[in-house]
């Protein structure tokens, strides 16, 4: 039994170390990226942590209460849509892209003293820490990293010369923000369908027309989506454009932002809507294959948005345990309670089968960018398949988390209103759940990424050695053949019928991933002499939701097993008879 604390007590996570509070990272980390490359990170995390749990959790709230605001001109009548944003935000994206240089880090050797660049495994388990405190401003610091990528990967000499180093610049005075507008009235999710114009001039291109939606509008570069005189339909006629804020001569560009949107979430940062009357615009790579290099800026944004996502059910988990640690009912903790702990361990199991996935994919991304074909394919499919997953799976967690912190959990006040608030728009932006559902299966069916996936998985339970854990193991990859033999069977039968299954296989495909993964972490974590704590949960999470066993026959830990748990505690194998 827990001590029991006073019923008039309401906890805050305000002051906490974000990353000392958290019993799994590091461990998840040293397996991902390797114990020199982790331990690397220890100080920068334990750094990071201290000031998410303090300075930056007290900006992020000041910051969402006083959004952005566009001033389309100045006193004397000229147009300047400007962003006039709070200092608070100001002073996170001080943090964001200059103490900790996240938009620099993949393309800048030495950002935090890194004898390179920093791997990307290490920059989400960073980005995870920052954004338990601020969602919002990892938009901008995604879509500038991913245009320096884009840039590096695909634009001319002369704009990868001019542009990149302000993209990668780790000074507010020097730095050059980065948006992406995709979306317009017609073709959100239907892309090919975008009918804003390309016209060729002399040396450069004049874009005309509107974008929806510009996520960290006012930014100083855009890439920018348009079709040239004569191309075809669909998103094969796309170009893709680079289109700066200002000219080389210092002169405002031709394109006005008309409003900013009121939303409902990601308030600290401005999204808004945009009208090209011949802005200047220079093309990125193969003018007939703008879309399939967007896709390369999209594809890390959506494993970005994943990434965002298990930050908040991190944080929505250490919300509901202190909380319920640090307060009592009915004579008892509440984190005593049975029904609590079952809360409790949904809770566990959401958010750190959501760090396992997104560090993996992150280590995958490392490798395929090293050269590896087999890896190259697991990034295709793992980003839309978290992008689908773990974002859903945020919303249900936030919702939980704040329904354990009671009346006090609606409140603004209080961080869980901005948590599911933010929570929902993961599922949004960089396409909705339907739209990544079908890029799940159009890596299936054209690339056979699938395969490639549950090849890796596979090999890394085989190596599993304890053997308490091997029976685990075992019986994932029991799960890995029935969902190889299924999903195979499913794409054979590919039609409009069956494609409305394609949400039910990618519960399936992520849950087994999350499975397998954690099964390996429990491994490792086992011989290693560490204990038994992750074994309990990828037991839990495997009957749970990658078997589906039945509710009514799941057994809830007692007390003393869910606070080693939460608290990171060694347990003994004896401990796994409670877990079903």
């Known amino acids: 039994m827990m001590d029991v604390p006073p019923n008039s007590a309401m906890p805050s996570t305000r002051g906490l170390n974000f990353f000392e509070a958290d019993p799994n990272l590091s461990a998840v980390l040293a397996l991902r990226a390797g114990p020199g490359e982790a331990e690397r990170a220890l100080p920068v995390l334990r750094e990071l942590g201290e000031i998410a749990g303090t300075e930056l959790d007290e900006l992020a709230t000041i910051a969402d209460r006083n959004p952005p605001v566009l001033v389309t001109h100045d006193r004397e009548g000229r147009r300047v849509d400007e962003i006039v944003y709070h200092p608070a935000y100001r002073r996170m994206q001080e943090l964001g892209f200059c103490r900790f240089g996240f938009a620099a880090m993949s393309h800048r050797p030495g950002v935090l003293g890194w004898p390179g660049t920093v791997p990307h495994v290490v920059k989400y388990a960073l980005s995870y820490v920052f954004v338990q405190a601020e969602f919002g401003l990892f938009c901008p610091i995604s879509m500038t990293d991913s245009a320096a990528r884009v840039l590096r990967l695909f ?46 001039a002399d040396g450069y291109w004049e874009i005309w027309g509107e974008k929806w939606f510009c996520s960290n509008a006012g930014a100083d570069v855009h890439l920018v989506l348009a079709r040239p005189p004569g191309a ?71 494993l970005s948005n994943g990434m965002r996502a298990a930050a908040l059910m991190r944080r929505a988990l250490l919300e509901a345990a202190v909380h319920t640690k640090g307060r009592s009912a009915f004579g008892r903790a509440l984190a005593d309670l049975p029904l609590v702990r079952e809360q409790l361990l949904e809770l566990v199991l959401d958010a750190e089968s959501a760090i396992s996935i997104v560090l993996y994919a992150a280590a995958a991304l490392d490798a395929a960018d090293g050269g590896s074909e087999g890896h190259q394919r697991v990034v295709r499919i793992l980003t839309p398949l978290i992008k689908y997953a773990v974002c859903r799976q945020a919303r249900s967690a936030a919702g939980l988390s704040m329904n354990l912190r009671g009346g006090n959990g609606y409140i603004e006040e209080w961080p869980n209103a901005r948590l599911l608030r933010d929570a929902y728009l993961g599922s949004i932006w960089e396409g909705a759940e339907n739209v990544v559902a079908l890029d799940v299966a159009r890596a299936a069916r054209k690339e056979a990424a699938h395969e490639a996936l549950l090849a890796d998985l596979e090999g890394r339970l085989a190596r599993a050695t304890d053997p308490v854990v091997s029976e685990d193991a075992a019986a994932v990859l029991r799960e890995l053949a029935s969902v190889r033999e299924g999903f195979a069977r499913f794409l054979d039968a590919w039609d409009d019928e069956t494609e409305a299954r394609i949400t039910a296989w990618c519960d399936r495909l992520a849950a087994v991933t999350c499975a397998a993964l954690l099964a390996e972490e429990a491994d490792a974590e086992a011989r290693q002499g560490r204990g038994y704590r992750k074994a309990a949960v990828a037991r839990a999470y495997r009957l749970r939701r990658a078997e589906r066993r039945d509710p009514l026959g799941w057994r809830t830990p007692p007390a003393s097993v869910l606070r080693a748990i939460l608290d990171g505690a060694q347990l003994d194998a004896r401990a796994l008879a409670a877990i079903s």
Not at 164 to 184: D, F, H, N, R, V
Not at 239 to 260: A, Q
Not at 274 to 297: I, K, N, S, T, W
Request: hydrophobic share 30%; charged share 25%; proline share 6%.
């Open 232 to 302: 075809p339909r669909g998103t094969r006629g796309l170009g893709l454009f680079l289109v700066p804020k200002l000219l080389p001569d210092g002169s405002r560009n031709r394109y006005v932002i008309r409003r900013l949107k009121e939303k409902l979430g990601s308030r600290s940062m401005p999204t808004g809507e945009y009208e090209f009357h011949g802005a200047v615009g220079y093309v990125v790579g193969q003018l007939d294959r703008g879309f399939h290099q967007m896709a390369e800026m999209i594809n890390v944004s959506r």
């Open 155 to 200: 634009g001319p000499d002369e704009l990868r010369a001019r542009y990149l180093p302000g993209l990668t610049s780790t000074s507010m005075e020097t730095l050059l923000q980065s948006a992406q507008l995709i979306t317009e009235r017609t073709g959100g999710s239907d892309v090919g369908a975008s009918e804003c114009e390309a016209r060729p």
